[in-house]
């Protein structure tokens, strides 16, 4: 949620937005709170954070959808939303979101499981974990760098079945979804 963009700012209510305790102590120099100002140094006042957000939310269609040969097109073997245009997000400019079924694990050996993603066309200035939800259907993820423009979740698939993809929805098939992207 993004503070008003007119009318009282309080402590609290950057406290909150900051994912804080509303009555946590408050520092206007503490280098979180300047940063959602937008203020690294110098001068700041509570001004600053009219209409600033701790997070970013942007609408993408999904652009590619390849059905998985053993599901259906129930159950993608990949898909990918874009942003066309680039959207900037956290000190970056965001590109894709997209999963795909199978990975490659550090052994180099492949694995079954499926590989949810951020692509970022320019490196964020952020490299902490980011939880990206879809806000039209509730299924969130938390997702941890991977690279200088990449964040990933990985989920394994520990049975000899073709299961179903454990976080159906997060990226649907012909859809046109918000999704939030956030610190987690």
Known sequence: MALPSSGTITAAMINTELKRSANAPFSINDAAVRKLAGKASGPISFADFYG???STEV???TVMWIADP???ASDPESS????SPTVPDHGGQL???SMTTSYYGPDDQWKSGWTYSLGYTSAPSYAGP??????NTGVSL???KVGP???RYVVTNSSANTPVDPNKNWIRQGAHDLFRIEEA
Do not use: D
Request: a positive charge; hydrophobic letters at 50%.
């Open 52 to 54: 600033k957000s701790a």
């Open 95 to 97: 590109q894709q979101v």
């Open 149 to 151: 423009s990449a964040w």
């Open 70 to 72: 053993w599901n259906g």
């Open 130 to 135: 980011l939880r990206v939800t879809n806000v």
């Open 80 to 83: 990918q939303a874009v942003a």
């Open 142 to 144: 938390v997702l941890s």
């Open 59 to 61: 609408n993408m269609s």
